[in-house]
């Protein structure tokens, strides 16, 4: 049964709407500001995931993939909570494809998939033909896996293929929910083909969207160039499920949610905390499930028939109940359009009648009750501060929430984007057909070409300028682990090189300078870097690493979630954020031997017991800047003589190592611990040094350094 709202008429309330709602109305939308749910913040989390999607697209690009990146979703389009624990919801396509909507798409020498349905082919879903790249003709056989053939000759490119791929990347961590393929259940990754055209069981959705009143016609005509896609999803209990691709609008969907106001914004985050907490209790069938896409689509069919003028602060929870009641409308007639695709029933395959009478119920009893339930929400405490909090404790704890929600966006951007430098670096480490140095140039020569495009974005200049300086950074270093190898005076060109990639963040490309020093015997350079970075490395700089580790302490200073609120990324980076620092292999010239240790960590079958993320770094050094910073100091003060300067650099190293609280802090607690052990060794203390290699291999038993560094002092030691 496909239910359709196929005539338009204005929206008339089942229900009566309290005088008292005008007054809690406004109480609540001031109390969702005072969570998170304002515009500013809002803005910010859509600007976070604009930065995130290009960083893809930048890395995929410099790498020779042609793909593009979408992230959708609550957390993209900003309608979400700390407390809803929303996850990230990512799309890619892969533009190699051609994906034909009829036979006038066909493109010479490229993959051609050609959109086909049968009569029985349930709606929103297409099949996949494999169209010839020579002629347009159809591929009338293939034994490839990845293709079904069918009794009429044709060959179907098969949705099984994508999961057998995620699969095989992500091994034991493989998670699949519907279309997704994820190896964290915090990710939603889906993998698509994106289709020009739109077909017409969405072309209509734009006659019938000419008579209400939303979306606007600027919205409309903006949609009418989306596209949608096409993901790797049958239809559940069919024969061809295998073969199957939904038709997805999710472009025509983020121009509506962009397309929202505060008070819409707010209904629909109060009618997800509403799902969250309380209509889970009425789903007692194990594979029954309401969705926030159910929400979302009756808060476009309200949004449609409803007059512009209702939705304002005060009459927020009268919003409320109308959307509740058009997912009661839905599940008394026993379906849920889709808002967007024709003859699509949202409620089959994932609510049984059982389940949407149930819930029918307590929707009723909800309304009847004059949205009572509004004071009992437990997800970001909205119930007591309903009840309880002042107008100006509100407006204070507003600009805590902001600061703090403004600091996670900002570090998590930032770890983002130490993982595409992580995996752009290996992908050259890895590289067979050139040298380290060789592919640097390269991908240095496509940024540098790409950042003087005049079709550059804003978004594309600031990543391409990020990864340019890390870069530039790894070859300086490249350069001058070389020539200290081999004893060969550093090029002039290496100081502009240095200088370019100095202010990548605080300290880290600064360390890096400064080990070279070290290294090369120029201690009295490298002790003013040091000092530089000690003075500009205070208690409010925020650390970040790409690695995937999470201390066990990761709460972020509040100076520094108060900075994210007033200033840009480049300002954060130069004056707020300090990355781990890293030393490839072709780099360990530059950075004390002990450290090389880190580079060769691996003891026995230690690889073998390496998830994804690992492989991608633990050939490498790796070290907390601050700790690293410390350690420093100790070798150059000890190599200058000045043991007063010496002493007091390993003791406050000597702090970081054995205070729970201060390692607990640190992404890379194993590798501090070693430093310390080996200032121990250099102490003269070598059963303090071992104890301090036990420890740590106590704290980390595969992958840890401190296995040789151990077994060398116990071969010292007689043990």
């Not at 896996?145 to 791929?165: E, L």
Request: one cysteine or more; hydrophobic letters at 40%; aromatic letters at 10%.
């Amino acid at each position: 049964m496909y239910y359709d709202l196929n005539t338009y008429r204005t929206f008339q309330p089942m229900f009566r709407v309290p005088a008292f709602f005008l007054h809690l109305s406004e109480l609540l939308y001031h109390v969702l500001e005072r969570v998170g749910v304002n515009a500013w913040l809002v803005e910010r989390r859509r600007h976070t995931f604009r930065h995130r999607e290009t960083m893809e697209d930048v890395r995929d690009h410099i790498a020779g993939y042609d793909r593009t990146t979408f992230h959708f979703g609550s957390q993209s389009e900003g309608t979400t909570t700390p407390g809803l624990q929303s996850d990230t919801d990512m799309l890619y396509t892969n533009n190699d494809v051609n994906i034909m909507y009829s036979w006038a798409d066909w493109q010479q020498g490229r993959w051609n998939l050609l959109m086909v349905r049968d009569e029985d082919t349930p709606p929103q879903h297409y099949m996949l033909q494999w169209i010839r790249s020579d002629v347009p003709r159809p591929v009338t056989y293939s034994d490839d896996p990845d293709y079904v053939n069918d009794s009429q000759g044709r060959v179907f490119y098969s949705n099984m293929a994508v999961i057998r791929r995620a699969a095989a990347i992500c091994g034991d961590k493989h998670l699949r929910r519907g279309p997704s393929n994820s190896p964290d259940e915090n990710f939603d990754i889906v993998e698509a083909f994106h289709c020009k055209t739109l077909p017409p069981e969405i072309m209509v959705w734009f006659t019938k969207m000419q008579h209400g009143f939303w979306p606007s016609r600027e919205t409309l005509q903006a949609a009418q160039t989306c596209g949608c896609f096409l993901v790797p999803v049958g239809h559940h209990g069919s024969i061809n499920e295998n073969i199957q691709w939904r038709i997805n609008p999710n472009l025509i969907e983020r121009l509506l949610m962009f397309s929202l106001n505060m008070v819409q914004i707010k209904c629909l985050v109060v009618l997800k905390i509403i799902k969250k907490q309380e209509f889970v209790k009425y789903i007692q069938c194990e594979h029954c499930k309401i969705s926030t896409f159910h929400f979302k689509t009756a808060l476009f069919f309200t949004l449609n028939r409803t007059h512009p003028t209702v939705w304002t602060a005060c009459r927020l929870i009268e919003c409320i109940v109308r959307c509740l009641e058009t997912i009661l409308e839905f599940l008394d007639q026993g379906g849920c359009p889709h808002f967007i695709v024709e003859r699509v029933d949202l409620f089959d395959g994932k609510l049984c009648r059982g389940c949407q009478l149930s819930l029918a119920r307590a929707i009723r009893e909800m309304i009847q009750d004059d949205m009572h339930v509004l004071f009992h929400l437990q997800s970001d405490n909205l119930g007591q501060q309903l009840m309880t909090l002042p107008h100006e404790v509100r407006l204070h704890h507003s600009i805590e929430v902001n600061a703090g929600i403004c600091g996670m966006l900002a570090k998590d951007m930032f770890e983002m984007y130490l993982i595409k430098v992580r995996q752009i670096l290996k992908r050259l480490c890895d590289n067979e057909a050139a040298d380290l140095y060789t592919g640097l140039n390269n991908d240095i020569n496509i940024l540098e070409s790409d950042a003087d495009n005049a079709s550059t974005t804003q978004y594309h200049a600031h990543v391409m300028k990020f990864i340019l300086k890390h870069l530039m950074s790894v070859k300086a270093s490249v350069i001058s682990s070389s020539c200290i190898q081999t004893g060969q005076p550093l090029p002039p060109n290496i100081w502009m090189l240095y200088g370019e990639s100095l202010n990548t963040d605080v300290a880290s490309s600064k360390l890096k300078l400064a080990s070279m020093h070290y290294c090369q015997g120029e201690l009295q350079r490298a002790v003013s870097i040091l000092n530089e970075v000690e003075f500009d490395l205070d208690d409010s700089v925020q650390p970040v690493c790409g690695c995937g580790i999470i201390p066990f302490d990761d709460k972020l200073s509040k100076a520094f979630c108060e900075y994210t609120i007033h200033n840009d990324t480049h300002e954060q980076l130069t004056n707020k954020i300090t990355f781990c620092v890293r030393f490839l292999r072709e780099e360990k010239f530059c950075v004390p031997q002990f450290l090389w240790f880190e580079m060769y960590r691996a003891v026995g079958d230690d690889v073998d017991h390496r998830n994804v993320n690992q492989r991608q770094w633990m050939d490498w050094a790796e070290v907390d800047a601050r700790p690293f910073l410390l350690y420093l100091q100790y070798l150059t003060y000890r190599g200058l003589g000045l043991r007063h300067r010496q002493l007091e650099a390993f003791h406050r190293l000597k702090d970081m190592a054995t205070s729970g609280d201060r390692l607990n802090q640190l992404y890379h607690r194993e590798t501090v611990l070693n430093l310390y052990g080996h200032c121990c060794e250099l102490e003269g203390d070598v059963q303090g040094a071992l104890d301090v290699y036990n420890f740590s291999i106590r704290a980390r038993p595969r992958d840890n350094a401190a296995n040789w560094h151990k077994r060398r002092l116990e071969g010292m030691l007689g043990i």
